[in-house]
């Protein structure tokens, strides 16, 4: 069953044309000119309930534009979206009751009152029962560690631990429905993996519905099964995270380690490019030759130590996605519904 649906969504801007020199300026101030900037364009997708997806693409793309139509902050030019059955822009604070958000780089928080005072508030904004309120809190406090700062004012807080205390804000009415903006942003990588199993323990028991975008590609992996790729305001993807790691990850990597004195490697289909101590980095096309293959050649003159086989990183597939596209490629399969 979709939770979020949206249709043909658009966003344009008019904005101020700049002309240069004195003139330039004289004329802007008598006679001011515009032109029309497509932030989003035709962008249409549907989100099941409990699904955690990831919304990604390069600065200017059109995902906090998106973003800030779902949760109502901004009036589509044109096209439809639903979150949970509501119009959001239409009823802004029915909407709100729906939805938790956490920009990486802002906060909900009250700046200068200790960190439990501003949930208390939340809870009477929001109309929280004193059980609820209770409940929801000893978990979080648990699973977030929030004892360690929880009578802190927020701007005495690190950014991990407003972090965990932002993700937390916005769950406290219960929403059936999370965005989050680089939730992981400027965090170490102890804090970013407290942070991403909350995420998933959420999403889990819970059965929140996640839309989580980010330019840290290791939450994507992590987090999500499906992502939407957006570039210049245009859906460019939307389907499985295996599906583009299977079409744009195809050079693989092994890693042996030989015997000591073993003579050079020789192989067919397969390039070493690096060699250190002993350990031969061997790079293949998986449609070339599979690993096994590989490993077959090299076991024919040598004797092996110990091996790996490394996946491509995915930020690298991105990459590639954005320089290559997807022209020429069969096109992308669409994720199946579980309802």
Known sequence: MAIIEVDQLMKE?????????????????????????HAVKDVSFTV??????????????????????????????????????????ENRQANAKNIGVVF?????????????ESFELLKEIYQVSHSRYKEN???????????????TPVRQLSLGQRMRADIAASLLHDPPILFLDEPTIGLDVVAK??????????????DITVILTTHDMEDIEQLCKRMVLIDHGQKVYDGEMAVVKNRFGKIRTLVV???EHSKPLTLEKAEVFKV????????FNREDISASGVITQITQTHNIKDLTVEEPEIESIISRIYQEGFDGVEQPIPVKSRS
């Open 104 to 116: 990486g780089q802002r906060t909900q928080l009250w700046w200068d009152l200790p960190t439990i």
């Open 13 to 37: 801007f008019k904005v101020a044309k700049r002309e240069t020199g004195f003139l330039g300026a004289m004329k802007s101030l008598v006679k001011r000119e515009f032109y029309t900037k």
């Open 257 to 259: 380690d030989l015997e």
């Open 276 to 283: 250190e101590a002993g350990k031969y980095w061997i790079r």
């Open 193 to 206: 993996e407290r942070m991403r199993t909350f995420i998933k323990e959420i999403n889990k028991e819970r």
């Open 48 to 89: 099941d309930k409990g699904e955690m997806v990831g919304y990604i693409g390069p600065n200017g793309a059109g995902k906090s534009t998106t973003i800030k139509m779902l949760t109502g902050i901004l009036v589509p030019s044109a096209g439809t979206v639903k979150v949970n059955g509501i119009v959001p822009y």
């Open 137 to 151: 809190m000893d978990t979080f406090t648990e699973i977030l560690g929030l004892d360690e700062f929880i009578n």
